[in-house]
Structures are given as structure tokens and as C-alpha cells.
């Protein structure tokens, strides 16, 4: 049984930073990403990065302020985000997927975390 087990989450203030880790169990993934989804918007992509770390990804708004990154080791994916802005207060959701076609798409990913609240404040 897959299970991804997102944490990290909370309130900071704007310029701050937050680190975001997603802890795999039950399998191994080409890809493992970010998405995130604020009240009233739809769920955007942020970040992925195939399990060798060889190829990352990234939404051009988050490009320079986050970092994705993985231990294979411990089935983990992380995500640091630097120089938050109060735009960025959403629920992040970690997604693993075997083979995505297409990396920006959800569709494309096969299980999916609970979410973490980010909250950014001004």
C-alpha cells in the first residue's frame, strides 16, 4: 500500500522560508512532485524531479525561490522555499508518480499526499 506523508507546513512570515518533506512508503517512483492548491484557485504544479535527481522541474513563479530535491535512501522528497510571499499560502500536496507523460499535469501522477497548510503572512 502507497502511502505519501507530507509535513513541514505553517504560518511564517513573508520572506521567510519553509522546508516541505513527503516521505514515500510502499513503493519507488520515476517522479516524485509539488503541487499546490490555494482557497477558491485550482491545484497549480510547483516542482518535481525524476528519483535519480538527474532531471528537476519547476513552475516559472517558483523558479530561483524553490529548491526540490531527494533521498532515495529515505524514500523522501523535499522542498525548499525561500523568500515566500504571502501568494504562496496554499495547501502543497506531494505526488508520486511510475511514468507521468506530461510532469506539469496531476492527471499525470498516480498517488497523492494529505496536503500541508503553508501559510504566508504580509
Known amino acids: 500500500q502507497v502511502q505519501l506523508v507530507e509535513s513541514g507546513g505553517g504560518l511564517v512570515q513573508a520572506g521567510g522560508s519553509l522546508r516541505l518533506s513527503c516521505a514515500a512508503s510502499?513503493?519507488?517512483?520515476?517522479?516524485m512532485g509539488w503541487f499546490r492548491q490555494a482557497p477558491g484557485k485550482e491545484r497549480e504544479f510547483v516542482a518535481a524531479t525524476s528519483r535519480s535527481g538527474g532531471s528537476r522541474f519547476y513552475a516559472d513563479s517558483m523558479k530561483g525561490r524553490f529548491t526540490i530535491s531527494g533521498d532515495n535512501a529515505k524514500n523522501t522528497v523535499y522542498l525548499q522555499m525561500n523568500s515566500l510571499k504571502p501568494e504562496d499560502t496554499a495547501v502543497y500536496y506531494c505526488?508520486?508518480?511510475?511514468?507521468?507523460?506530461?510532469?506539469?499535469?496531476?492527471?499525470?501522477?498516480?498517488?497523492w499526499g494529505q496536503g500541508t497548510q503553508v501559510t504566508v503572512s504580509s
Open positions: 510502499g513503493g519507488s517512483f520515476a517522479v
Open positions: 505526488a508520486a508518480g511510475r511514468a507521468p507523460r506530461t510532469i506539469e499535469r496531476g492527471s499525470s501522477y498516480d498517488y
